[in-house]
């Protein structure tokens, strides 16, 4: 454990806001959480991988953990590779070394920032692959009692950017490791658009598609070291065929995506920029010129910057097409996490 010497959280979260925290604390073991979990038993606590889905919205009147729990177990079979993985361990490192070591299973998944540990909360997900979908178990620290439970992929209850860690295990629990599964006879998913020119290649390895990945999220998304931001902001709004249908009635052009025989996604980054929202500005914040779904940290945007154009953002979208977003990125007051809609 580490008591870190600043306070400043600029460079703890990737929008890059200059919010504070009462302190900042390294914790390296699970013994390390239990200890600070009993030592500040009565100040506001946050546990913080990199920040990469948070927004800050006011200093932050209580402790930050930083999860920094590193390794990676491998166990082979005839079948498949089944890796664990403390949660500190960097997610887009981790993709890397499974492919540097002749496994496959994430390349869909490289770029995402975020630590592993982080993954199972809201299920990331990107070109047409789910961290579910290479779950096996997540390990998880049950403050209350300090032992350390398994739960197995059904149990986490994972959905679109959902997990039960976003309902009924939110508080007072830590995901200390997770189990993959990564089966050898996998193949790459190329279902997402722009992965589907893959499919002409006969030679292609789980590599070219982690390069093709790379590359349309460097054109799409911008980069937090460069520019702050949390990726996409909201969520694609899920809505009822009949919603979905009027809608498209209406504008033709609008992608839907099919997800039940009820159920309809919508892309809200289109909705955004059929809005004409795209490359608004709001003080420092901005919507971005690439990708509509994407708040960004332009210009030393303060908190309340962000948060009033992610509320026009919400207000345009919702007078134009009657469609409610809500938001991806986990909004953090002074002592807890809020939502838009309070504040
Ligand atoms: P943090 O932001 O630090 O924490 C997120 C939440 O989880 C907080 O509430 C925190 O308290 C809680 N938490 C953190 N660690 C633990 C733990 N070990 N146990 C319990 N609770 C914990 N997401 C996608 O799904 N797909 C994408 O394609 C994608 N692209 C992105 C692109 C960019 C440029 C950015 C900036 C973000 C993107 N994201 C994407 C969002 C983000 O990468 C993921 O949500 C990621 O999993 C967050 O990891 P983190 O370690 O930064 O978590
Ligand atoms: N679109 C627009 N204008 C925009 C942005 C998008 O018209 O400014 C349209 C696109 O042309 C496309 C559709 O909207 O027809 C969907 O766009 P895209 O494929 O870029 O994906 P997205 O829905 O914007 C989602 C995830 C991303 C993930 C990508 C790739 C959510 C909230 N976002 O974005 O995840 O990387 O798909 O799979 O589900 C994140 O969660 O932070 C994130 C970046």
Redesign the pocket.
């Given at each position: 454990m580490k008591i870190l010497p600043q306070t400043s959280l600029k460079s703890f979260h990737?929008f890059g806001l200059d919010v504070q925290a009462e302190k900042i604390i390294q914790a390296d073991t699970v013994q390390d959480f239990i200890q600070i979990w009993e030592g500040y038993s009565k100040e506001p606590k946050?546990?913080?991988?990199?920040?990469?889905?948070?927004l800050f919205c006011e200093n932050f009147e209580g402790i930050i953990i930083l999860?920094r729990l590193k390794g990676i177990g491998l166990n082979e079979t005839d079948s498949a590779w089944h890796l664990e993985v403390a949660?500190g361990e960097n997610w887009h490192d981790l993709v890397c070394w499974t492919l540097d070591n002749g496994m496959h299973g994430l390349e869909n998944l490289a770029l995402?920032?975020?630590?592993t540990?982080?993954?199972p909360?809201?299920n990331?997900?990107?070109y047409g692959v789910e961290f579910k979908d290479r779950c096996e178990y997540v390990d998880v620290l049950m403050l209350e009692t300090g032992e350390v439970r398994r739960f197995s992929c059904d149990e986490c209850e994972f959905g679109y950017?959902d997990s039960v860690?976003k309902r009924q295990l939110k508080e007072g629990?830590?995901?200390v490791s997770v189990g993959l599964i990564l089966p050898k006879s996998g193949l790459s998913n190329l279902e997402y658009g722009p992965l589907a020119q893959l499919k002409k290649n006969p030679h292609l390895t789980p590599k070219d598609v982690f390069d093709k990945v790379c590359e349309i999220r460097r054109e799409k998304?911008?980069d937090?070291l460069q520019m702050g931001?949390?990726?996409?902001f909201f969520k694609n709004p899920i809505v009822s065929q009949l919603t979905a249908k009027t809608l498209k009635e209406k504008y033709p052009k609008m992608p839907c995506y099919e997800i039940s025989e009820t159920e309809v996604k919508l892309a809200a980054g289109w909705l955004i920029e059929a809005a004409g929202l795209k490359g608004r500005v709001f003080g420092g914040a901005a919507v971005h010129e690439k990708q509509a779904l994407v708040l960004v940290n332009k210009n030393l945007a303060t908190a309340l910057d962000v948060i009033s154009l992610a509320r026009i953002v919400v207000e345009t979208v919702q007078g134009q097409f009657n469609v409610q977003l809500e938001h991806e990125v986990?909004f953090i007051d002074k002592n807890k996490?809020t939502r838009l809609a309070s504040l």
């Amino acid at each position: 454990m580490k008591i870190l010497p600043q306070t400043s959280l600029k460079s703890f979260h990737t929008f890059g806001l200059d919010v504070q925290a009462e302190k900042i604390i390294q914790a390296d073991t699970v013994q390390d959480f239990i200890q600070i979990w009993e030592g500040y038993s009565k100040e506001p606590k946050l546990l913080v991988g990199e920040g990469s889905n948070l927004l800050f919205c006011e200093n932050f009147e209580g402790i930050i953990i930083l999860n920094r729990l590193k390794g990676i177990g491998l166990n082979e079979t005839d079948s498949a590779w089944h890796l664990e993985v403390a949660g500190g361990e960097n997610w887009h490192d981790l993709v890397c070394w499974t492919l540097d070591n002749g496994m496959h299973g994430l390349e869909n998944l490289a770029l995402i920032p975020g630590l592993t540990g982080s993954a199972p909360i809201q299920n990331i997900g990107a070109y047409g692959v789910e961290f579910k979908d290479r779950c096996e178990y997540v390990d998880v620290l049950m403050l209350e009692t300090g032992e350390v439970r398994r739960f197995s992929c059904d149990e986490c209850e994972f959905g679109y950017r959902d997990s039960v860690f976003k309902r009924q295990l939110k508080e007072g629990t830590i995901i200390v490791s997770v189990g993959l599964i990564l089966p050898k006879s996998g193949l790459s998913n190329l279902e997402y658009g722009p992965l589907a020119q893959l499919k002409k290649n006969p030679h292609l390895t789980p590599k070219d598609v982690f390069d093709k990945v790379c590359e349309i999220r460097r054109e799409k998304l911008p980069d937090p070291l460069q520019m702050g931001n949390a990726g996409s902001f909201f969520k694609n709004p899920i809505v009822s065929q009949l919603t979905a249908k009027t809608l498209k009635e209406k504008y033709p052009k609008m992608p839907c995506y099919e997800i039940s025989e009820t159920e309809v996604k919508l892309a809200a980054g289109w909705l955004i920029e059929a809005a004409g929202l795209k490359g608004r500005v709001f003080g420092g914040a901005a919507v971005h010129e690439k990708q509509a779904l994407v708040l960004v940290n332009k210009n030393l945007a303060t908190a309340l910057d962000v948060i009033s154009l992610a509320r026009i953002v919400v207000e345009t979208v919702q007078g134009q097409f009657n469609v409610q977003l809500e938001h991806e990125v986990r909004f953090i007051d002074k002592n807890k996490e809020t939502r838009l809609a309070s504040l």
